[in-house]
């Protein structure tokens, strides 16, 4: 597995770095840290960009040295840009599995996609996981599935991962009534109730066929498996968060659907929803 850890030196990207280095890893995973320097202004002088760079290199450094005495195999790469960019482009040339950032910001500047974890989010081409400090030693892992692929992806992440004793995994799946489309102009429209419970007995039967299917495939990596099925009284988003609230969960895992260019923008996704509103940290898994 190769991960790509980008830190800036703040205090949300030493929380990545600690749990990148308490997690544990399949064996022969490999870290590369990046650290980027943003463009230098012609008022600043030569020894102030020698400074940063100075204190990038330290810091990197410093950065190696914690994740190999956790174990794993880890660089670091010194790089000037753009932050955003420079990820995104690291990570295009290297083929990472995962991105790992720490998330900026309080709940409300989540709404605002001018962060760094934000733009990684929409735009990487691999997986994603925003960190925010976990509560809790041991993990708490909500696995929110639909049955699509892009979920059995996830589910199937966690999976290729070992755990540690005491990890817990609960599978959440969302109870959507889809009703066909009905033009209504003055009149409200008719469904018969038979129609109506057909169609809801259809919807929890995707859900519990979804959950069912994510327990086989997580069960054998973590046996201490929970399952969740809530009816949708509320955005699919918003169930997630509450319930990962309520349960104690210290990481959500779901997958992306791989929306490109204004879908992405808009944060019409669920994914990309839930990891901007969540308080624990997020993966975004997008299948290989």
């Not at 308490?22 to 022969?28: C, L, M, Q």
């Not at 019409?268 to 929803?273: F, L, R, T």
Request: hydrophobic share 45%.
């Amino acid at each position: 597995m190769k991960l790509l850890l980008a830190i800036d030196g703040s205090a949300p990207s030493h929380t990545a770095l600690e749990e990148v280095a308490a997690r544990p890893w399949p064996p022969g995973t490999q870290v590369e840290i990046l650290h980027v320097i943003e463009p230098i202004h012609l008022w600043t002088t030569a020894t102030t960009a020698e400074e940063l760079a100075r204190r990038g290199q330290d810091l990197l450094t410093a950065a190696v040295a914690q994740l190999r005495t956790a174990g794993l195999e880890a660089t670091g790469e010194l790089l000037h840009g753009d932050p955003k960019r420079v990820i995104l482009d690291r990570a295009g040339q290297t083929h990472p599995d995962w991105i790992v950032v720490g998330s900026h910001g309080s709940a409300a500047a989540r709404f605002v996609l001018g962060n760094v974890a934000s733009a990684v989010l929409h735009y990487a081409p691999c997986s994603v996981e925003i960190v925010r400090a976990r509560t809790g030693a041991a993990p708490k892992i909500l696995l929110a599935t639909d049955g699509s692929p892009a979920s059995e992806a996830a589910a199937r992440s966690i999976a290729e991962r070992p755990w540690p004793k005491g990890a817990e995994v609960r599978v959440l799946s969302v109870v959507e009534l889809v009703l066909p489309p009905v033009v209504a102009l003055l009149e409200p429209p008719f469904f018969h109730s038979s129609q109506v419970e057909e169609l809801r007995g259809v919807a929890m039967k995707r859900a519990e066929d979804a959950v069912q299917t994510a327990v086989g495939i997580v069960s054998a990596a973590c046996p201490n498996v929970s399952q969740s099925i809530s009816v949708l009284l509320e955005g699919p988003p918003r169930i997630i968060v509450d319930e990962a609230t309520q349960w104690g969960a210290n990481l959500i895992v779901l997958g992306s659907h791989g929306h490109r260019g204004m879908d992405r923008f808009l944060l019409g996704s669920v994914s990309q929803s839930v990891a901007m509103h969540a308080s624990c940290s997020v993966e975004v898994v997008r299948a290989k």
